[in-house]
Each structure stands twice: as C-alpha cells, then as structure tokens.
C-alpha cells in the first residue's frame, strides 16, 4: 500500500473537495433551472439527473475532508513498521478481520432508497397527470419499478442475512499470510450456524483491473489461484457450529497483496458459505497474503505436495465434482457425463423469464408503433436468452474416454448436436482455464491441446478450480499421458 505524502494528500483533498463542490453546484442549480419545466416525463428525468449529481458532489466533498486525517494517519504507521505494509490497515494490524457483509448491506439500502425514492416520484407524477394514456414511452417507466422491486429483494435478503448470522470475524494464526508458507486461524461466528450439508471454505487469489475511460470503462476480475476445502457439517454439536478453521498451503509463485495504482490491484479474499434452512450463510475477508522472511520457493501449493490432512479436506474425488456422473464405457474406458444445469437451476429459470420479458417487450415496442428496429434488437436478445437459457436446462455434455481416443459430444434434449474424435495421439496436454465467476465460486473447463497447435475448449462449467485439476488428472490417467 503507497503512503501519500502530506503535501500530496492536502493537494489532492482540495482538488477534490472543488471537484465535489462543481458536481454539487451543478446539481442544485438543475433543480431551480427545471423547477417549472412541467411534471411527468418532462420533470423526472432532470430531477434524477440533478439528484445524482448533488449526492455525488457532498460525497466527494466528505471523501476528501476524510482523507486528510487518514493519510496522516497512515504516513505515522508506515515509519513506525517501512517492512511490513500489512500494518496500514487497521482491521489486519489487529489480526482480527470481520467479514464485508455489513458494508454491502449499507451500500445496497443507499441504492435502493435513492433509486425507489426516484422511481415513486416518476410514477406519482405521471399517475396525477395522466401521462400513462398520453405519451408511449411512459410505457418504459414501468422499467423503473421493476429495478427496484429487484433491488428491494437484495436489500431484504442481505439484511435478513446480517439478522441471522451477525458479523463472522477472521482471527488470524500468524500475521500475514505468507507466499510459499500457508494462512492460518479460526472463523468465529457471532452465532451457531446449522447448514445441510456442511461447509464450503475457499481461499482465491484474486486480479482485479479497469481498462478504457468514461463510459468505455469496463472493470475486469480474474481469479490466478483458487482453493476449495469441505467442511463437514459436525455431528455432536446439534444446536450449529460457530468456529471454523482455516489452513491453506500458498504456492510461492502467486501475486502477493498488492494495490498497484487505483485501477489495479491484486488481493487475497477468504470466503466461508454454507446452505441453511431460510438464509443460506456466508462471510467474506480481504486478507493480507505477503512474501516474508518465512517465504519458501520450493512450495508449490499442488494437491500431491499438500500434508494429507489439507488434502483430504479438499475432497479430491472425482465422483464430488457437481453435476458429474461416472459410468463404464461398453467399448472401455470410462463416460463422464456432465449435466448443464448443474448449480445453475435457478439462474437458468431466471434468463428463461428474463427472455420472455425481452419478447414480450419487444412485441409492445414493436407492434406499438414506437421503434421497428427497437423491437427487433429486444426479440434477438430475448431468443438469444431463451436459447442460452433452454440449453442450461436440457442440455448435456458427454466425455467418452476410450483406450485409443477420446469423443465429446454436446446433447439437447437427448438429441446430439455436436461431436467430435480426438485420437490418443493427437492429444499433447489438457489445461485448465477460467470461464466465469459467480458470488460463490469460479467456474472453469477443460482445454485440450493438440498437434498442430490445435485447440478445443470443452463445453463445461466446473466449479472450483481444485475439481478441474482434479477431473483433467482423472483424464490424463486414463488417456496414459
């Protein structure tokens, strides 16, 4: 972590603070300047526009009197401890880290109590004076509700989810976590936690960077290292479980904590979930992963090298991999099937009526006399998630792994669609790639390599970077690589 220095951290509070004072001034002067402007349409879209500007003018403000001490703050512990930067952050100078649940349920009630507050001001204005008959595109505002209604739900549930479990905390063995060495300690939870099949513990090496300006900007997260351990759920504690170990073997050659400037950085992120009656539980911890004194080149964090006690709580068996099924081949070998639906069932459902939402939209817009071109950019994207949606649900993927070959073929509702013959020969290595991340995990397939700098990306969805290696090894096995 870079340390300002005072002149730095002065100039850039005042430049901030006449920064927010513009977006500010801006936003006030919006509301006089369109206060007679009408009501309705004409009215809601600058009140938004004024409103979004005002708040975001008082909160740079307040960001930039709230640097100034902090920087000082920050400047007297770096002289205080120049090699170990883990010491500027408060919550890991304790070695005491609580899970980031309650900033987000602070930041998601601020969205929603904005949004809804705009939204019932839209709404109310066309309702009094008739704008829902007179003007097509009030038929858009009802867009306006729905997002809410959405960001309502959210709000609910992370805050049911905070009643529920409280604040978990990270107590940490040693301070830091070390590269070539291992994070260790016990998560604690305010309460007993009861789930149905145990616990999911990871450990994931995180880089997050943003490319291109203004409304180009795009923020892009990959996930270097990842590591998944089960948790039993324990028998002779009835009443649910409130500390969790945590032991990790970290291979030397990862990225270390590391904020490189304000649009890149690296970080480390510990994440403890599990499925409960009701609300199902989860924390998550920025922790400090640092090369030290302690630091050995020569641990490389693979599953063969692992003590076996971390090993075992990996669940390195192929039949865990979810959505995965193992059956004799008749011609021999093994056929793996993997069910597209798998840990995706709800998502699915949701883009199928997302779909038809888009359909539907698209016939209003459409036969509405609004946009021709309109309605057909929203009936290609409502087909195309239907399409996306309908393969999650009934489609399949099969791996046959033969003596001399192996045979992927894609299903749809029982029916091939495509297949393809790799000959043993062929085949030079299998890699394992990331495809996506979700809230809980980050999911990943299998690339084979073949002569002639050939490559297949195989149509699956793993989730869990140990159950990859865990399945290309399997194949590698039996295709004697």
């Not at 504690?237 to 409130?242: A, E, F, I, K, S």
């Amino acid at each position: 972590m870079s340390v300002p220095s005072k002149a730095a951290s002065v100039f850039t509070a005042l430049f901030l603070i006449i920064f927010g004072c513009v977006f500010t001034g801006v936003g006030v002067m919006m509301f006089f300047m369109f206060e007679d402007t009408g009501s309705g349409i004409a009215e809601a879209i600058p009140t938004f526009i004024a409103t979004v500007f005002t708040l975001a003018g008082l909160g740079i403000i307040g960001g930039a009197f709230y640097s100034i001490p902090h920087a000082a703050a920050l400047r007297e512990r770096a002289a205080r401890y120049p090699d170990q930067p883990w010491m500027l952050n408060n919550a890991w100078a304790t070695g005491r880290i609580r899970d980031g649940n309650t900033v987000t349920l602070i930041i998601m009630a601020i969205i929603t109590v904005v949004w809804c507050g705009i939204t019932a001001k839209v709404l109310i204005s066309m309702l009094i004076d008739g704008d829902f008959a007179q003007e097509k595109f009030s038929l858009f505002a009802l867009v306006l509700p729905a997002i809410g209604l959405a960001l309502i739900g959210t709000t609910l549930y992370l805050f049911l989810r905070y009643r529920k479990y409280g604040v978990s905390v990270f107590e940490m063995a040693d301070m830091p976590g070390v590269l070539g060495g291992s994070l260790g300690g016990v998560i604690l939870t305010r309460t007993p936690v009861r789930t149905t099949d145990g616990f999911r513990l990871m450990l994931r090496n995180v880089h997050l960077w943003s490319t291109g300006t203004g409304k180009n900007r795009k923020t892009h997260r990959e996930t270097l290292w990842e590591r998944e351990q089960r948790l039993p759920k324990t028998l002779d504690q009835t009443d649910g479980q409130r500390a969790f170990p945590v032991l990790f073997t970290i291979p030397y050659s990862c990225h270390p904590t590391h904020k490189v400037s304000y649009n890149k950085e690296y970080y480390w992120e510990l994440v403890l979930s599990g499925k409960a009656p009701g609300i199902n539980y989860k924390a998550t911890f920025r922790v400090p992963v640092f090369k030290t004194e302690h630091s050995s080149p020569t641990v490389t964090g693979e599953l063969e090298s692992l003590p076996e006690d971390e090993r075992t709580s990996l669940g390195t068996d192929i039949l865990t991999i979810p959505g995965l099924s193992v059956r004799k081949s008749l011609f021999g070998g093994e056929e793996l099937s993997f069910s597209s639906t798998a840990g995706r069932k709800v998502g699915a459902v949701f883009t199928l009526l997302a779909s038809l939402g888009l359909l539907g939209a698209a016939f209003i817009v459409g036969l509405g006399g609004l946009s021709v071109f309109m309605g057909l950019v929203l009936a290609a994207m409502g087909v195309y998630a239907g399409w996306r949606a309908l393969g999650s649900l009934f489609g399949s993927t099969l791996i046959g792994i033969h003596p001399d070959r192996l045979e992927v073929t894609r299903k749809f509702i029982g029916l091939t669609t495509s297949n393809r013959v790799v000959l043993g020969k062929e085949l030079q290595n299998i890699q394992v790639i990331s495809t996506r991340a979700s809230n809980e995990s980050n999911h990943y397939t299998l690339r084979l390599d073949l002569d002639g700098d050939e490559r297949i990306r195989l149509p699956l969805r793993i989730s869990g970077q140990v159950n990859a290696e865990v399945l290309a090894a399997h194949i590698r096995k039996l295709a004697d690589m």
